[in-house]
T-cell receptor
Framework: NAGVTQTPKFQVLKTGQSMTLQCAQD?????MSWYRQDPGMGLRLIHYSVGAGITDQGEVPNGYNVSRSTTEDFPLRLLSAAPSQTSVYFCASTLSGRATETQYFGPGTRLLVL | KQEVTQIPAALSVPEGENLVLNCSFT??????LQWFRQDPGKGLTSLLL?????REQTSGRLNASLDKSSGRSTLYIAASQPGDSATYLCAVKVRTGNQFYFGTGTSLTVIP
């Protein structure tokens, strides 16, 4: 199993540009989520999904869109990038989100918005 | 809203020492608490998961405890090694919704 994969590893955008961060997992996990990690603030949940076709907002959803058309993929879209979205983005998954389950993380995408 | 705090933010110890990392949370209505390790420029690796009904979990030199009533967890690392140098994060899964809340982490340096 490749686990949780993310592309790209690094991206530079100009303010106002849009882009999609890709996340895929091959573990047949139902629950997937996106976090951003900023210095001094820890990881904060952006959006999550409990299964194909179902998404919900996390703590900091503004400026981001998600969709879940398949179990495997959970892309994160930045509609109009802003410098405040400069961060490291992590995708994570668990089998079904139950209390006994470990979260698995991807390697992250470093985004710089100029 | 759940607040998760980790103190200290950074810790430096000589090789071989036993050490304790602390995590506190404000809302005791949690499903579980997880400890993660993060190496520079890398993703997070799960170390231990404690369900809300459990008091502790052990894996090798690591032992994590949970006191839900006081909103505290500790990660005990025995006989520390330079390879243990990393940032350690704790996260709680809350009962309302499906959200996880992370602390800001403790950066550990083990000096050979």
């Amino acid at each position: 199993n490749a686990g949780v994969t993310q592309t790209p590893k690094f991206q530079v955008l100009k303010t106002g540009q849009s882009m999609t961060l890709q996340c895929a997992q091959d573990m047949n996990h139902e629950y997937m989520s996106w976090y951003r990690q900023d210095p001094g603030m820890g990881l904060r949940l952006i959006h999550y999904s409990v299964g194909a076709g179902i998404t919900d907002q996390g703590e900091v959803p503004n400026g981001y869109n998600v969709s879940r058309s398949t179990t495997e993929d959970f892309p994160l879209r930045l509609l109009s990038a802003a410098p405040s979205q400069t961060s490291v983005y992590f995708c994570a998954s668990t089998l079904s989100g139950r209390a006994t389950e470990t979260q698995y993380f991807g390697p992250g995408t470093r985004l710089l918005v100029l | 809203k759940q607040e998760v705090t980790q103190i200290p933010a950074a810790l430096s110890v000589p090789e071989g020492e036993n050490l304790v990392l602390n995590c506190s949370f404000t809302d005791s209505a949690i499903y579980n608490l997880q400890w993660f390790r993060q190496d520079p420029g890398k993703g997070l690796t799960s170390l231990l998961l404690i369900q809300s009904s459990q008091r502790e979990q052990t894996s090798g030199r690591l032992n994590a405890s949970l006191d839900k009533s006081s909103g505290r967890s500790t990660l005990y690392i025995a006989a520390s090694q330079p390879g243990d140098s990393a940032t350690y994060l704790c996260a709680v899964k809350v009962r309302t919704g499906n959200q996880f809340y992370f602390g800001t982490g403790t950066s550990l340096t083990v000096i050979p």
